[in-house]
């Protein structure tokens, strides 16, 4: 046989191997598929909805839950990362990669998978023998975890809006309702008004309304409106989502971010004159831009897409409610209007305890003659004073009371109404209180520094017909 003959009988042999060989191990995978599926069953659960929009709360935490198993940490290939602003590790399963783990005897196994495009998902397998009796009470425990853990961690969230998604960030913003410089009956009522909001679902399901409440901030820039907001979500615990309204194309869009937020939040607009001049009398051209028309904006406040989830807040701020449309203020779209004056003097004697720890001091009363004879400043303005002076006192009041001397600012009508119309709840909204005899307590505490009464205050609404 000549050397030809034989290279070419070695190669068919060879080649005749190498497709014997692949035949093997592609039966033998698509029998061991058979028998998976055979004795398996999956469960897909995908970061978000079909359309991509809307994130799948179930995977927010299933993540949380197999990132503290053992035998993620355990694994071949895990990323640990700290989130900025945050002094929290967290350990994430790398993608496509497996780990196990146990429910009442049975085994599971979850897989992180990714695909070339970015689409994020959890695998669950479970025996079929298992599945009937062990699905559902698993899938129970992965989310009792998971919100246990949540709860531990106790960070709260800040969102912004990009495209048609939130991003967010941590939270960590130190202002309390203590530190707050702002009129002490107005800090009380809006503190009250929280709590009561907050333990009202029994009483909004009774009388049908859906679990929400909005909020009017209206003043010059630097008298605490996004300070205030700040303590009131630390307050209730509630995450932030600041909406960016020059970053949203048309209502669609402004629609699909409202369905992507949850409960138990706070939702902000700012500067709202700035986007909409024309509800305030002004040129409607001369704003700020944004694909969100007046129409979508009253129905982001109360209409049907306003109520995809419960427990929300919705706090919108302007500079001055002169001249604001009525369409926009009336009951159920802003049910507390909340002025935010320039610097008063029991906002100042706050920010002097704040800044530089003084209660009382020589100088108050020059501080407060001035304040009262017109002189104004923001309690931004004063609180940067105090920085500046924070290393002695008497300075930093000599300072704030020089500012006071020099100062000027043109007068809006807003900025001269009585202290005890800076804190006002439309009569008709669907307040939280739980009994009539609240409103009165409230209304009268209200009353504590005039006898005049404020025209949006009314409580008793069975002396209005």
């Known amino acids: 046989m000549a050397s030809g003959d034989?290279?070419?009988?070695?190669?068919?042999?060879?080649?005749?191997?190498?497709?014997?060989?692949?035949?093997?191990?592609?039966?033998?995978?698509?029998?061991?598929e058979d028998e998976r599926s055979r004795f398996y069953q999956c469960y897909r659960i995908p970061e978000f909805d079909g359309d991509g929009l809307r994130e799948n709360?179930?995977?927010?935490?299933?993540?949380?839950?197999?990132?503290?198993?053992?035998?993620?940490?355990?694994?071949?290939?895990?990323?640990?990362?700290?989130?900025?602003?945050?002094?929290?590790?967290?350990?994430?399963?790398?993608?496509?990669?497996?780990?196990?783990?146990?429910?009442?005897?049975?085994?599971?196994?979850?897989?992180?998978e990714e695909d070339g495009q970015g689409n994020r998902s959890f695998v669950l397998s479970v025996r079929r023998k298992d599945k009937s009796g062990l699905l559902r009470p698993y899938l129970q425990h992965v989310q009792a975890v998971a919100d246990e853990i949540t709860s531990q961690?106790?960070?709260?969230?800040?969102?912004?809006?990009?495209?048609?998604?939130?991003?967010?960030?941590?939270?960590?913003?130190?202002?309390?309702?203590?530190?707050?410089?702002?009129?002490?009956?107005?800090?009380?009522?809006?503190?009250s008004d929280l709590e009561s909001f907050a333990k009202g679902r029994q009483y909004f399901h009774r009388v049908g309304r859906t679990w929400k409440r909005g909020y009017l901030f209206y003043g010059v820039s630097g008298t605490g409106k996004s300070t205030t907001i700040?303590?009131?979500?630390?307050?209730?615990?509630?995450?932030?989502?600041?909406?960016?309204?020059?970053?949203?194309?048309?209502d669609s869009e402004l629609k699909i971010l409202l369905?992507?937020?949850?409960?138990?939040?706070?939702?902000v607009v700012e500067d709202l004159d700035d986007f909409f001049p024309g509800i305030v009398g002004e040129d409607p051209d001369g704003g700020r831009t944004t694909g969100v028309t007046i129409s979508g904006l009253l129905n982001m406040m109360d209409g049907i897409w306003s109520c995809c989830e419960e427990q929300r807040i919705m706090v919108l701020t302007m500079g001055s409610k002169d001249g604001i449309d009525p369409t926009v203020l009336r009951p159920g779209r802003l049910d507390v209007h909340i002025h935010f004056p320039v610097c008063t003097f029991p906002a100042f004697?706050?920010?002097?305890?704040?800044?530089?720890?003084?209660?009382?001091?020589?100088?108050?009363?020059?501080?407060?003659?001035?304040?009262?004879?017109?002189?104004s400043l923001t309690p931004a303005e004063i609180g940067e004073i105090m920085i500046v002076n924070r290393s002695s006192p008497s300075r930093a009041l000599k300072s704030v009371?020089?500012?006071l001397q020099s100062s000027s600012r043109?007068?809006?009508?807003?900025?001269?109404?009585h202290p005890s119309e800076n804190f006002a709840v439309l009569p008709d909204s669907s307040h939280s209180f739980n009994s009539l005899s609240e409103f009165r307590k409230l209304y009268k505490f209200l009353r504590t520094k005039s006898q005049r009464k404020p025209p949006q205050l009314s409580f008793d609404h069975s002396k209005e017909s």
């Not at 630390?234 to 600041?242: A, F, I, K, S, T």
Request: charged share 25%; hydrophobic share 40%; glycine share 4%.
């Open 6 to 32: 034989v290279f070419l009988f070695l190669f068919c042999c060879l080649q005749t191997l190498i497709i014997s060989v692949l035949l093997f191990f592609l039966i033998r995978r698509r029998r061991g």
């Open 349 to 375: 004697k706050t920010l002097a305890s704040n800044y530089l720890g003084v209660k009382d001091h020589k100088l108050f009363t020059h501080v407060e003659e001035h304040l009262q004879t017109g002189a």
């Open 153 to 191: 961690r106790k960070e709260l969230r800040i969102f912004s809006n990009s495209g048609k998604r939130w991003r967010s960030a941590p939270f960590r913003h130190p202002a309390t309702f203590e530190t707050v410089a702002m009129e002490p009956e107005v800090k009380k009522g809006l503190k």
């Open 401 to 403: 009371i020089n500012a």
């Open 410 to 417: 043109p007068a809006r009508k807003s900025d001269n109404v």
């Open 259 to 267: 369905q992507q937020i949850s409960g138990r939040t706070i939702l």
């Open 230 to 250: 700040a303590a009131m979500a630390n307050l209730l615990g509630y995450d932030l989502y600041v909406m960016e309204l020059s970053h949203i194309a048309d």
């Open 57 to 112: 709360g179930l995977y927010r935490r299933v993540s949380v839950y197999i990132n503290s198993l053992p035998a993620a940490e355990d694994s071949e290939l895990a990323n640990l990362y700290t989130p900025r602003n945050s002094t929290e590790m967290t350990l994430r399963l790398e993608a496509n990669r497996s780990v196990e783990d146990s429910f009442l005897g049975a085994k599971m196994w979850w897989k992180n």
